[in-house]
């Protein structure tokens, strides 16, 4: 990895190494390390990965007051690869990572193992406040998002089902009413219906998630009348 890459991942992650060789360990897939008999990433992530969680969950506990399983929800979102690879992918880190044979910008894990690495090595050439402002900054944690994401993750269909047989004894259905978009993009529309009357309507990429946004919707809609 030469000195201008190093230094493009520097200014993208606004952080500058001392001991450099942590980054590029950071970036070295285990395909290209095997190639070239060279340290690969796995180490690193898995240092990363602990540090991620740490302070994900310190985060959420010094600036929100849910239950340990909204927590834990939320928290697995944060974390996840799909969401670290958003980071990965928009900041075009993930052009620097060394590898062999694949293409690195179709794998969610393999970009989310890159942001994990990073922190890692981070760990390792600073401390774990560098580490927290790096992940909290990079990742946009904010009231905002967390409200967002605890929406996303709350089971407001298993909230609806309950609202309901309380009332009539009666299951809600999920009817879906249209999916478009092309493959990798998909969007999925659903209706609610409670004893053959119609209720709300939601879109998401995914139906399971289309269902609980009609679900919320529903459980808004009963409790107003």
Excluded: W
Excluded at 92 to 103: A, K, S
Excluded at 129 to 140: G, P, Q, R
């Amino acid at each position: 990895m030469d000195k201008d890459i190093v230094l493009k991942i520097e200014n993208t992650i606004n952080y500058n190494f001392k001991n450099v060789s942590l980054l590029q360990t950071a970036f070295t897939h285990s395909s290209f390390a095997y190639i070239h008999g060279v340290e690969s990433n796995e180490r690193l992530e898995f240092l990363g990965d602990s540090v991620l969680n740490y302070s994900t969950t310190r985060y959420l506990y010094d600036n929100f007051n849910f239950t340990e399983g909204e927590f834990s929800k939320i928290r697995a979102y944060l974390v996840s690869s799909e969401y670290l690879s958003e980071y990965i992918k928009s900041t075009g880190l993930i052009n620097y990572l060394q590898c062999n044979n694949f293409d690195p910008h179709n794998s969610t894990n393999v970009m989310g193992d890159l942001f994990e690495s990073i922190v890692g090595a981070m760990l390792l050439d600073a401390d774990l406040e560098t580490c927290k402002k790096f992940i909290y900054n990079s990742l946009n944690y904010s009231k905002k998002l967390v409200e967002e994401v605890h929406l996303k993750t709350k089971d407001f269909k298993t909230e609806l089902q309950e609202l309901v047989q309380a009332k009539d004894d009666i299951k809600p259905e999920y009817v879906l009413l249209e999916k478009t978009g092309p493959a990798h993009m998909p969007k999925f529309t659903v209706q609610v219906k409670i004893n053959g009357k119609d209720f709300a309507l939601a879109s998401a990429k995914s139906k399971k998630e289309a269902e609980n946004l009609a679900a919320q919707k529903t459980i808004g809609m009963i409790k107003s009348k």
